[in-house]
């Protein structure tokens, strides 16, 4: 017959434990009372689940204290060490409180009082470094963010295998770096006179930061113009435009990895300014469970064909398999704003001298197989020479996600609301990377259409399709203002203003004068609310008959002072790099932008 203990559940138990804890250390203080807690959850074993009240209890201990002694401070650390999953030691003397992982260490050297002397961050094989950053937040006692730190670490070396692969797998992350580095720094020749924007548009790497406190690398691919023109790019924050953390990522098949540097010091070039790549063989190289990883942030949302690009570029390693296919413009509002996708959604976006646009997006067009795609958080890869083809797609696919976003808004009507529009426009896909606006100028009754072509990042082209009107340098001005503004609206805009006094004469219309300098807004352009333009933003300087809200930007091509840029490279500035494991890339067809 079973006793009257073993009947009674565990969560009475457990009161009853409190209970007697409670009672007999009443006349304690909290420091005893926390230290023997957390002897006892030391020393626990069995069921977890008891231990889950203690350990609650025990964090509003530790949140409660000010930690403003040694042991305070010495017991918020080992608890933050146990929340990540770490282990915790204390040293000999009791000065420095070691946080253990199996690839890393954090050293916090204390001194009398529980105040901080300094971090330390170690990795395996390398010696300890100093953090500013995680000394700053323990001095401040920001014990959340020093946390939160710390599970970036911990997600930084989140790799299978025992110590000895892991070892390997952060050393050939590390030559990958070096290699990267070593291609950021190979002579170009600029495109763009803001020289910062230059690096990330037209950088073979982007714009490169070397990763800090156990971060990953960060690669800065792409930035809007209005970002340029909020004078985010003068900071050099990444958070300005599309980054990407270089990282490791688990692979259910084995790789081969770098294990050392693939590139000479100082580096050897080919025919296209790229470096020569020491061939993959077992000295330089060896077979591991995982891949190198480009994480995206934001998450980019990428067309099927992309994908495709994408596959053929790193041999494979990326594939359609299990991604959930949605139309682009679906994946965009998802992404961006809480607003629903529906056939037919139409947008309205506001423009300046209160003119507005309606753009409506037939759902049953977009829903092509060729206009379906996925929303992409990592884009594994394998080579250091396989980064740059990279980044041209994930720029192309950038460049079409501005373009579409711009169309969107906050504000949505139904078609049929017999709403007043200055431009009632219909955005209808061509091609997978060609799309078409459709609309009608008031004082015409025909149809006009807009034909965009989105070669690459750096190249797009409009054709105006009116009836009984065909001006090819009109098609000329008109591209050079979606490329510099990089919204459809802008750029209808000065379509409208271009096209609309010439509608009933019989003429053709004039060369445009390109010095023209082009009206551009601060309204909202996609679904993330667009902060005003300041004056000192401007390259251009405004008119006085400008009304509040409208600046001025040239749309002739800026051009860069070749005078201080190093010319010794071609202008391209970021074909695929020349390996002869991937020769094949020259004969399988691929676009002409991967080559």
Same mark, same amino acid.
Request: hydrophobic share 35%.
């Given at each position: 017959?079973?006793?009257?203990?073993?009947?009674?559940?565990?969560?009475?138990?457990? +009161?009853?434990?409190?209970?007697?804890?409670?009672?007999?250390?009443?006349?304690?203080?909290?420091?005893?009372?926390?230290?023997?807690?957390?002897?006892?959850?030391?020393?626990?074993?069995?069921?977890?689940?008891?231990?889950?009240?203690?350990?609650?209890?025990?964090?509003? *201990?530790?949140?409660?204290?000010?930690?403003?002694?040694?042991?305070?401070?010495?017991?918020?650390?080992?608890? *933050?060490?146990?929340?990540?999953?770490? @282990?915790?030691?204390?040293?000999?003397?009791?000065?420095? $409180?070691?946080?253990?992982?199996?690839?890393?260490?954090?050293?916090?050297?204390?001194?009398?009082?529980?105040?901080?002397?300094?971090?330390?961050?170690?990795?395996?094989?390398?010696?300890?470094?100093?953090?500013?950053?995680? %000394?700053?937040?323990?001095?401040?006692? +920001?014990? !959340?963010?020093?946390?939160?730190?710390?599970?970036?670490?911990?997600?930084?070396?989140?790799?299978?295998?025992?110590?000895?692969?892991?070892?390997?797998?952060?050393?050939?992350?590390?030559?990958?770096?070096?290699?990267?580095?070593?291609?950021?720094?190979?002579?170009?020749?600029?495109?763009?006179?803001?020289?910062?924007?230059?690096?990330?548009?037209?950088?073979?790497?982007?714009?490169?930061?070397?990763?800090?406190?156990?971060?990953?690398?960060?690669?800065?691919?792409?930035?809007?113009? %209005?970002?340029?023109?909020?004078?985010?790019?003068?900071?050099?924050?990444?958070?300005?435009?599309?980054?990407?953390?270089?990282?490791?990522?688990?692979?259910?098949?084995?790789?081969?990895?770098?294990?050392?540097?693939?590139?000479?010091?100082?580096?050897?070039?080919?025919?296209?300014?790229?470096?020569?790549? !020491?061939?993959?063989?077992?000295? #330089?190289?060896?077979?591991?469970?995982?891949?190198?990883?480009?994480?995206?942030?934001?998450?980019?949302?990428?067309?099927?064909?992309?994908?495709?690009?994408?596959?053929?570029?790193?041999?494979?390693?990326?594939?359609?398999?299990?991604?959930?296919?949605?139309?682009?413009? !679906?994946?965009?509002?998802?992404?961006?704003?809480?607003?629903? =996708?529906?056939?037919?959604?139409?947008?309205?976006?506001?423009?300046?001298?209160?003119?507005?646009?309606?753009?409506?997006?037939?759902?049953?067009?977009? @829903?092509?197989?060729? =206009?379906?795609?996925?929303? *992409?958080?990592?884009?594994?890869?394998?080579?250091?020479?396989?980064?740059?083809?990279?980044?041209?797609?994930?720029?192309?696919?950038?460049?079409?996600?501005?373009?579409?976003?711009?169309?969107?808004?906050?504000?949505?009507?139904?078609?049929?609301?017999?709403?007043?529009?200055?431009?009632?426009?219909?955005?209808?896909?061509?091609?997978?990377? $060609?799309?078409?606006?459709?609309?009608?100028?008031?004082?015409?009754? /025909?149809?006009?259409?807009?034909?965009?072509?989105?070669?690459?990042? /750096?190249?797009?082209?409009?054709?105006?399709?009116?009836?009984?009107?065909?001006?090819?340098?009109?098609?000329?001005?008109?591209?050079?203002?979606?490329?510099?503004?990089?919204?459809?609206?802008?750029?209808?805009?000065?379509?409208?203003?271009?096209?609309?006094?010439?509608?009933?004469?019989? +003429?053709?219309?004039?060369?445009?004068?390109?010095?023209?300098?082009?009206?551009?807004?601060?309204?909202?352009?996609? #679904?993330?609310?667009?902060?005003?333009?300041?004056?000192?933003?401007?390259?251009?300087?405004?008119?006085?008959?400008?009304?509040?809200?409208?600046?001025?930007?040239?749309?002739?091509?800026?051009?860069?002072?070749?005078?201080?840029?190093?010319?010794?490279?071609?202008?391209?500035?970021?074909?695929?790099?020349? %390996?002869?494991?991937?020769?094949?890339?020259?004969?399988?067809?691929?676009?002409?932008?991967?080559?």
């Amino acid at each position: 017959m079973e006793s009257k203990s073993e009947c009674v559940p565990a969560s009475m138990k457990t +009161k009853t434990l409190m209970s007697a804890l409670k009672s007999k250390y009443a006349d304690k203080s909290w420091n005893e009372t926390m230290q023997l807690v957390r002897r006892c959850m030391d020393k626990t074993k069995g069921d977890g689940r008891i231990c889950e009240p203690i350990t609650k209890c025990l964090e509003k *201990i530790n949140e409660a204290l000010n930690a403003s002694s040694l042991t305070g401070m010495v017991s918020r650390l080992e608890m *933050i060490a146990k929340q990540r999953g770490l @282990g915790s030691h204390l040293s000999p003397t009791e000065t420095v $409180c070691y946080l253990t992982a199996d690839l890393f260490y954090i050293e916090v050297v204390l001194l009398p009082g529980g105040r901080v002397e300094d971090v330390r961050a170690a990795h395996r094989g390398e010696a300890p470094v100093s953090s500013p950053s995680l %000394l700053q937040l323990l001095r401040m006692k +920001k014990f !959340q963010e020093f946390s939160l730190k710390l599970d970036d670490l911990v997600a930084f070396y989140n790799i299978q295998g025992d110590c000895d692969v892991k070892a390997k797998i952060y050393s050939a992350l590390r030559h990958l770096e070096t290699d990267l580095f070593k291609i950021s720094h190979l002579p170009r020749s600029l495109r763009e006179s803001d020289l910062h924007v230059d690096l990330i548009m037209n950088g073979r790497i982007g714009n490169v930061q070397p990763g800090r406190d156990g971060t990953p690398m960060t690669v800065e691919y792409y930035i809007r113009p %209005l970002d340029v023109l909020t004078g985010l790019s003068d900071t050099g924050d990444v958070s300005g435009g599309r980054i990407a953390l270089v990282m490791v990522g688990n692979s259910d098949a084995s790789h081969r990895l770098q294990i050392e540097s693939l590139i000479s010091s100082p580096p050897q070039v080919d025919l296209l300014g790229f470096p020569v790549f !020491q061939p993959l063989t077992d000295s #330089c190289s060896e077979l591991l469970p995982a891949t190198f990883l480009l994480k995206l942030q934001p998450p980019l949302p990428m067309l099927s064909s992309f994908i495709e690009k994408v596959g053929t570029i790193t041999d494979g390693v990326m594939s359609e398999k299990d991604l959930q296919m949605e139309p682009l413009p !679906q994946l965009l509002i998802k992404h961006n704003s809480q607003i629903s =996708w529906t056939d037919g959604i139409q947008f309205v976006v506001p423009l300046p001298a209160s003119e507005y646009h309606s753009y409506v997006f037939p759902g049953a067009e977009w @829903g092509r197989e060729s =206009w379906k795609g996925a929303l *992409i958080h990592t884009v594994p890869f394998h080579h250091p020479g396989h980064v740059p083809a990279l980044l041209d797609v994930l720029r192309h696919q950038s460049a079409i996600n501005v373009l579409l976003e711009s169309c969107f808004s906050d504000h949505t009507h139904h078609i049929d609301s017999g709403l007043q529009y200055d431009l009632r426009c219909e955005v209808l896909p061509e091609s997978d990377h $060609c799309l078409s606006v459709t609309f009608s100028l008031d004082e015409s009754n /025909h149809l006009a259409v807009l034909q965009v072509t989105v070669t690459d990042a /750096h190249q797009m082209s409009c054709r105006l399709m009116m009836p009984d009107f065909v001006d090819h340098k009109l098609d000329d001005y008109i591209s050079r203002v979606l490329m510099r503004c990089m919204s459809i609206p802008i750029t209808m805009r000065a379509i409208r203003k271009k096209v609309s006094p010439l509608t009933t004469r019989a +003429k053709p219309v004039p060369e445009p004068d390109l010095s023209t300098a082009m009206e551009i807004t601060s309204a909202p352009r996609s #679904c993330e609310s667009a902060p005003e333009i300041p004056h000192e933003a401007v390259q251009e300087e405004r008119t006085a008959s400008s009304s509040p809200g409208y600046y001025l930007m040239s749309v002739s091509s800026p051009v860069a002072d070749n005078a201080n840029a190093n010319t010794d490279a071609v202008a391209n500035p970021s074909p695929c790099a020349s %390996l002869a494991v991937y020769s094949h890339w020259v004969t399988s067809g691929l676009p002409a932008e991967l080559l």
